[in-house]
């Protein structure tokens, strides 16, 4: 272990010159240091951009001051030239004759919501007005964006509806309460929702675009599906229509990210403690069990079954979008491991047909929102670290499962904010545009 002066000569020296990161850089340098101190080191480095993210919303008394429009930004009408900035070369650009949208975002400041930021921009929305809305907490802080600084308003139903399309980056009892009156009526905005409350009630589409987009056609209100099915589905939907699915077996590695912001914390300060020596094992609140130098098969609430709720998403969410059968058999083991962002998965996949592993390849190389990652010889496989702030979602280790017939075992990593939550929810946004279900107000 390098000694604690020499550290602190290395650390002033290697800031002064480059900055955090060439510290780190000059850390690993050091020739006598263990790797675990590296890692500490690094842990450290990234917490300070870390922000903690949540939404609470305002009291009732308080809404007037949401009604006023100074902290929207307009922006003239996009070139019908412009294309959308894709995942994919192979996904559809919008169709810019739709016009440009008010677009507002419930929760910005969190995790998701900032991502949804990022997804408008990078995509090329056509964002005529933004407006962020969030807590007395927040209200009145200055978010800057590609469309410039937007001032955060503070939340009311009737704000939120002047805009066209709202999304909602908030937990499900915001959105239970909330969600449906924004939309309601001819004059109501779309409304798409990033929390588990509406993704199992009738007649509210649960929604993957490159499978269902055509659910949300004459909708108002859109579930977006937990991130593990979204992520997976990306994977089995075109494989299921070249051979027909039968059966899926999945087992999940699940980031501290799946917890938000806080869940993401306490891995660092958890594992920032164990490796600075000051606890042997770390402290947990969020998780069931320390996540550093653990993993935890334990997500969300056991169920009557044996299985948690987590698991039973992916089987209900599964059977939803894909229009499968409700007793269609899906199991899922779900675990809790400690990276800081992407899920990754192990799927088991049966079929109807026999499968041919070549045909299966060529049918993910051609889905859009996937990138083949899938050279053993040259060490290439998805993971965590690769599929981190990307768009697509990584599949590999593709092969027959010698276990059982005609079935088929890959694996899959994608980034939990991004495919998972805030990516979809604005290419949910794209496809009602396209098929008109999303269109923008006339002015007034």
């Not at 650390?11 to 850089?25: D, N, V």
């Not at 006598?32 to 500490?40: E, H, L």
């Not at 929390?195 to 993957?208: D, H, M, N, T, W």
């Not at 059966?247 to 799946?258: H, I, L, N």
């Amino acid at each position: 272990h390098p000694d604690r002066k020499t550290l602190s000569c290395k650390r002033k020296s290697a800031i002064k010159e480059g900055g955090p990161f060439r510290y780190f850089l000059s850390v690993l340098d050091y020739s006598t240091m263990k790797f675990s101190t590296a890692a500490g080191v690094l842990f450290a480095i990234w917490s300070p951009f870390s922000t903690v993210y949540g939404f609470t919303p305002a009291p009732s008394s308080l809404t007037a001051r949401a009604r006023t429009f100074s902290s929207v930004h307009r922006f003239g009408q996009p070139s019908r030239q412009s294309q959308v900035t894709s995942f994919s070369n192979r996904h559809t650009t919008i169709s810019m004759s739709a016009g440009s949208f008010n677009v507002g975002i419930v929760g910005a400041t969190g995790a998701v919501g900032k991502e949804i930021v990022g997804c408008l921009e990078k995509r090329s929305f056509p964002v005529n007005g933004l407006r962020i809305f969030g807590s007395e907490r927040s209200a009145g802080k200055e978010v800057d964006t590609k469309f410039g600084k937007v001032t955060v308003e503070l939340f009311s139903e009737e704000a939120a509806r002047e805009c066209d399309v709202v999304f909602l980056a908030v937990d499900g009892d915001f959105s239970l309460k909330h969600a449906e009156n924004i939309c309601a009526g001819d004059d109501g905005p779309v409304v798409i929702d990033n929390s588990s409350a509406f993704r199992y009630k009738e007649g509210i589409p649960l929604c993957v675009p490159e499978i269902n987009a055509e659910a949300t056609k004459g909708k108002k209100l859109i579930a977006n599906p937990n991130c593990t099915t979204a992520i997976g589905l990306m994977a089995v939907w075109p494989l299921h229509k070249l051979f027909g699915l039968t059966k899926m077996v999945m087992s999940t590695y699940q980031a501290a990210s799946g917890a938000g912001q806080p869940g993401m914390d306490e891995l660092v300060e958890g594992t920032r403690s164990v490796l600075n020596g000051e606890r042997d094992v770390a402290e947990n609140k969020i998780f069931a069990h320390p996540l550093p130098f653990n993993v935890i098969p334990h997500i969300d609430k056991f169920q009557e079954n044996g299985y948690t709720k987590e698991e039973m998403k992916v089987t209900w969410e599964t059977r939803k979008i894909c229009g499968l059968a409700d007793d269609f058999p899906i199991s899922c083991t779900a675990v809790r491991i400690p990276t800081s962002r992407a899920h990754s998965e192990s799927i088991v996949a049966l079929f109807e047909k026999p499968v041919d592993v070549a045909a299966a390849r060529k049918a993910l190389e051609e889905a859009p929102g996937v990138k083949v990652r899938d050279d053993p010889e040259k060490l290439s496989y998805p993971m965590p670290l690769t599929a981190t702030g990307q768009y697509e979602v990584e599949v590999g280790r593709l092969r027959k499962n010698i276990a059982f017939d005609n079935a088929l075992e890959f694996f899959v990593c994608g980034d939990q904010l991004l495919r998972g939550a805030a990516l979809n929810a604005v290419i949910v946004a794209e496809a009602m545009i396209d098929n008109g279900a999303l269109k923008a107000k006339a002015s007034v």
